[in-house]
């Protein structure tokens, strides 16, 4: 099939190259010229595993291309996915603007029969806006061209997105026309046995779900961030609370893990949404606010532990820090915890010595340049590097190299041996053999 993809963020670029993968042939458009021409060098512009290599053999096999120009896309292409960015507005709410720009440009250069999927997280009610905006600028050239908008939300997890999309747990086709029906269904066949994973839907119905797994994603991992803190006040171990309530398959073990918050570009944007469409339809979303709520003083969990053992004046205080991404996987610092923490201690006097696997680049990219200038955050080549004459190690990412390091090397080159473990990752009873003075989530002393 023919497709265009427009926006190669990290949803757009995972979609256009998959799609590539398969055997369609895909072009993709994004407005930023530097970007489109290393991609046509076929250069990865995001880490996500397995794309560096998907880039170059698709372009050189002739399936994948790409361009500024739309209305090159729009040449060729039967089916167009609209993937560019809704980052939140002032309010909380999506911003459209980027999503609507593109409606009005495909109905004014799409030239026959075309179907619109509405690929990136948008409110409810999008699709009917999409759909008002095209054939707007199809009336105004006078053009008479068959199109369906139609909602098939992603729910690709930053860091497996390729395997996500390769193998997904299901497929939502929102819309009512059989047409748009049929020519999805086979697009998604080669991705899902028998299309079994495909599930049709309604327009608004399919928007809702995304938010609405979203949602409850993140309220799962509130809820047990809550349990957390009272497990603390009570003397009890969150762990073993985890265990005994996932065993129960209608709770189940997936995203019930505690941990020192959500980030990244879905869970806090997504929710923040869902609040403001709740709120413009006069509706107290009670459960959402507190999601948002506990997340927010969750990010700030790691900070209360820190000044509680060295109180709030950090000065002549050296702190190593493990993890940088807002989870592993990904170079992403969107909304990551680990900013919470930097800002906290450096503005109460510390130094950081910090490592990431991955986010090294974005740290640089994204953290203040005061603190690197004054020498207040430094960033290090290797993990044992940052834990050289510290006082204290912040655990805030789950890599897996942080998951069993060596204490004794650990031992040898902290000042202090404290650590603070924002993920849960190490034993406390273990820790306490091993002579560290050990602080998790919700863990029993
Ligand atoms: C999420 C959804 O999973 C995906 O379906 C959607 O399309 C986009 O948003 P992603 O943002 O990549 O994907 O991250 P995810 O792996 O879901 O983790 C989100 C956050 O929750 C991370 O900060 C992670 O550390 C945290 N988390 C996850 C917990 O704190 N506890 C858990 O048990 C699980």
């Known amino acids: 099939m023919n497709i265009a993809v427009v926006g190669t963020g990290y949803v757009g670029l995972v979609t256009g190259a998959c799609f590539a993968e398969m055997g369609n042939t895909v072009i993709c458009v994004d407005t930023d010229a530097e970007k489109v021409e290393r991609m046509k060098q076929g250069e990865c512009p995001i880490y996500e595993l397995g794309l560096p290599d998907m880039l170059p053999r698709n372009i050189e096999e002739g399936r994948l291309r790409f361009t500024t120009q739309l209305a090159e896309a729009a040449e060729t292409a039967d089916i167009f996915f609209i993937a560019v960015g809704?980052?939140?507005?002032?309010?909380?709410?999506?911003?459209?603007?980027?999503?609507?720009?593109?409606?009005?440009?495909?109905?004014?250069?799409?030239?026959?029969?075309?179907?619109?999927?509405?690929?990136?997280?948008?409110?409810v009610g999008t699709g009917e806006k999409v759909e008002a905006t095209v054939r707007e600028a199809l009336e105004k050239r006078g053009a008479n061209i068959a199109f369906e908008v139609i909602s098939n939300p992603e729910f690709l997890k930053e860091g497996a997105a390729v395997a996500d999309f390769m193998r997904p747990d299901r497929v939502i086709i929102g819309t009512d026309s059989e047409w748009a029906r049929e020519v999805m269904g086979k697009l998604y066949a080669p991705f899902t046995s028998k299309n079994d994973r495909i599930l049709y839907m309604g327009r608004r119905d399919a928007e809702m779900t995304k938010y609405a797994a979203n949602a409850m994603l993140a309220t799962k991992i509130s809820f047990m961030n809550e349990m957390a803190s009272l497990a603390e006040a009570l003397d009890v171990d969150i762990e073993q609370v985890r265990h005994g309530i996932g065993s129960d398959p209608r709770i189940g073990y997936s995203f019930i893990y505690p941990g020192c918050g959500y980030g990244g570009s879905c869970f806090p944007k997504d929710v923040k949404a869902l609040i403001q469409t709740a709120k413009e339809q006069g509706f107290d979303p009670a459960i959402l606010d507190a999601v948002e709520r506990r997340n927010a003083e969750q990010k700030k969990s790691l900070n209360r532990k820190i000044s509680a053992r060295f109180g709030d004046d950090l000065s002549g205080l050296t702190f190593g820090l493990w993890g940088l991404a807002f989870k592993p996987g990904t170079d992403d610092m969107r909304e990551a915890p680990a900013k919470e923490v930097l800002a906290h201690v450096i503005e109460r006097g510390a130094t950081v010595l910090a490592y990431d696997p991955e986010a090294m680049d974005t740290a640089r990219a994204e953290l203040p340049a005061e603190w690197f200038e004054s020498g207040k955050l430094k960033l290090v080549d290797h993990q044992y590097e940052a834990t050289n004459g510290i006082d204290a190690l912040v655990l805030v990412t789950e890599w897996k190299p942080f998951r069993q390091p060596d204490f004794d090397t650990?031992?040898?080159?902290?000042?202090?041996?404290?650590?603070?473990?924002?993920?849960?990752?190490?034993?406390?009873?273990?820790?306490?053999?091993?002579?560290?003075?050990?602080?998790?989530?919700g863990r029993k002393a």
Do not use: W
């Open 410 to 441: 650990l031992a040898q080159k902290m000042k202090q041996k404290i650590i603070f473990d924002g993920r849960n990752q190490y034993e406390p009873s273990q820790m306490k053999v091993l002579g560290f003075e050990y602080t998790g989530i």
């Open 86 to 123: 809704t980052n939140p507005a002032a309010d909380g709410s999506a911003d459209l603007s980027a999503v609507m720009a593109v409606a009005r440009q495909l109905g004014e250069t799409i030239q026959r029969p075309a179907i619109i999927v509405d690929k990136c997280t948008v409110p």
